[in-house]
Each structure stands twice: as structure tokens, then as C-alpha cells.
């Protein structure tokens, strides 16, 4: 576990000269020597799919995106696997919609939903979990350039939904749409938890000390929480309620991808991932803030936490392996 804590580290702790998608799949390589089978989709195979969604964050960047899928099979064939999805935007410029501020080289760490991701399977293969598990990291960078997608874009999922982009800089829910679409048709999960950077209105929320939690499963999200817990990781669950969809109904599109203004920016982004799930038990945690700390703990460094491999990890030990 210690290992898979310390390789998500490491990968937030890189540059993004040095870390972007093509060589993050080629760290994430390293687990095969662990028993796990590792694939990488490029962007003929996601066209060929019709993640338009992925693919229009992309666009902006010289460097090609991947979608990167690891497979463990600790448990027999027909057992449901479990799947951890993670946003990985090697570098948030915010596209067109720029970021400003003088903290923007911390985006170098928007990937690391997906660093959680890795760093789990490398610790569920390296202990030899006994069960099935799936994980999933939609890889990108979101620049601004002459062929960066612009607000007021509308691009089609490859769910067929159709997404206006208001704000470029909303583009975690735009690769993730795509991924959680991707895993449940594919893979057929019993649960699925994503774990993104996605918000700024999460930090105004909950600040450094917790992480959100949204789900449509009341007993997912608790083993979550407890699991939290159990690794001195504090998991806030948050409100998913109808009420929110009107905020990012579109008029020319099946929805938008900001609500209006700056209210409930973490739930309405939790609303727009939810359309994507079907009727499969889902959480998402929103870890905005949660990848980088400015000052030492007992037992996290001053930098890259590695922030979600051990809860997950103590999620599947607790609840899902098989004896």
C-alpha cells in the first residue's frame, strides 16, 4: 500500500513537461510485472468511440490524449468488478477561459484523481487483492491555442449526449463524462467512484481538510466515508437533488456544462457526472485541494499527498474481497 501511496506521489510531484499523458501510461506500464493488464486507448480508438467530450478538451494540446485502462482479476471471472475512474489533466491551463493567479503551477497536480487510480491498483495487485477491479484514468491536457475549443462549443459524448461548453475551464466533467460512459458500458461494474480535482466551489465548501463525496448509493457512500475514516481521511458526503438539474439545462444542447453563477458549483458539477453513470452505484469525490499540501503531517510530506489509494485500497479490503 505504502508503494501505491508513493507512485501517486511521485507522479503529482512531477512537472508537466515531464508528466503528460503519453508518459503517464507508460509509468502505469509498470504494473503489468504485477499481474495487471494494461491498455491505452489514443485518439484514433476515441474518435472511433465518439468521446467528443474527451476528445474537445484535448484539442487545445499538442500532446495526444489517452484513455488508460488497468484490469486486476483477483477473484473468478464472473464476479462483477469494482471501478475507480480518475481525472487526469496533466496541466489545467483552463483552455480558452485562462486561468489567472500566480498559484497556476499547482495545476501540474489536476491529475491527481488519476495518480489515485494508479496508485491503488499498484497496491491491490501488489498485495494480491481477491477481487475483480477496473480502473480508468482519462488522460489530457487542457490548453489555450488556435485549435483549443472556445466557449459556447457544443460537442457530442459518447453517451450521444450533447454538452455546450460555457467554460472551458469546466473540463474535468467533460473527460470524465466520457469515461464513466466508457467503463459501464464496457466493464458492466457492480460500483463505480470517480475521484477528480473538479472544483474550485468544493474548496470554498469544505476547504483543504475534507474532500466531497456525492453519491447515488447510500451504502457505497457510506463504506466510503468509513473507509475514509479508517485511514484519517475525512470524506464530506454532499447533496445530490433534482432540484439542481434546471442549473445546467441548456437551451440549444441536452445540458451545460457550468450552472449560472457561482452557486453550488461542486454539486451542480456532481449533477452533470451523474448523467453519465446509468443506473450503476456510483460516488464521486470531489478532491480539489486535497493533491497538494503546503505543509508537512505525520505521515504526509510537504507536497503530493497520494491522496485516495489508501481508502480505496481499505474500501475493497473491508467490503468486496472475496475469502
Not at 3 to 9: E, L, Q
Not at 131 to 149: D, F, H, K, Y
Not at 194 to 211: S, V
Not at 296 to 319: C, M, Q, S, Y
Request: hydrophobic share 45%; no cysteine.
Amino acid at each position: 500500500v505504502a508503494h501505491g501511496v508513493f507512485f501517486a506521489r511521485d507522479m503529482v510531484n512531477e512537472p508537466a513537461n515531464v508528466l503528460y499523458p503519453e508518459s503517464m501510461v507508460e509509468r502505469a506500464r509498470s504494473l503489468e510485472e504485477l499481474g495487471v493488464e494494461v491498455e491505452a486507448l489514443g485518439l484514433k480508438e476515441m474518435k472511433k468511440l465518439g468521446m467528443g467530450a474527451l476528445l474537445g478538451v484535448a484539442q487545445g494540446s499538442s500532446k495526444e490524449p489517452k484513455l488508460l485502462i488497468m484490469i486486476w482479476n483477483g477473484a473468478p471471472k464472473g464476479i462483477k468488478p469494482i471501478a475507480f475512474i480518475g481525472k487526469g489533466i496533466t496541466f489545467d491551463t483552463g483552455g480558452i477561459s485562462l486561468k489567472s493567479g500566480s498559484d497556476v503551477w499547482r495545476l501540474k497536480g489536476d491529475m491527481g484523481g488519476a495518480a489515485a487510480v494508479i496508485g491503488a491498483m499498484k497496491a491491490l495487485a501488489g498485495r494480491k487483492a481477491k477481487t475483480n477491479i477496473v480502473g480508468v484514468a482519462a488522460l489530457s491536457e487542457n490548453m489555450p491555442s488556435g485549435t483549443a475549443q472556445r466557449p459556447g462549443d457544443i460537442v457530442t459524448s459518447m453517451s450521444g449526449q450533447t454538452i455546450e461548453v460555457l467554460n472551458t475551464d469546466a473540463e474535468g466533467r467533460l473527460v470524465l463524462a466520457d469515461a464513466l460512459w466508457y467503463t459501464q458500458d464496457r466493464f458492466r461494474p457492480s460500483h463505480m467512484v470517480d475521484l477528480a480535482t473538479l472544483t474550485g466551489a468544493k474548496i470554498t465548501a469544505l476547504g483543504f481538510e475534507y474532500a466531497g463525496i456525492f453519491s447515488n448509493d447510500d451504502s457505497l457512500a457510506s463504506k466510503l466515508i468509513d473507509a475514509g475514516l479508517a485511514e484519517d481521511v475525512k470524506l464530506w458526503r454532499m447533496p445530490l437533488d433534482t432540484a439542481y438539474v434546471k442549473d445546467i439545462d441548456s437551451d440549444i444542447a441536452d445540458v451545460k456544462n457550468i450552472g449560472t453563477g457561482r452557486n453550488a458549483g461542486a454539486i451542480t458539477a456532481a449533477m452533470f457526472l451523474q448523467r453519465f453513470v446509468n443506473k450503476v452505484p456510483w460516488a464521486h469525490v470531489d478532491m480539489a485541494g486535497n493533491e497538494i499540501v503546503d505543509k508537512e503531517r505525520p505521515t504526509v510530506p510537504k507536497g503530493a499527498w497520494g491522496f485516495g489509494v489508501r481508502f480505496l485500497n481499505r474500501l475493497i479490503a473491508d467490503n468486496f474481497e472475496k475469502n
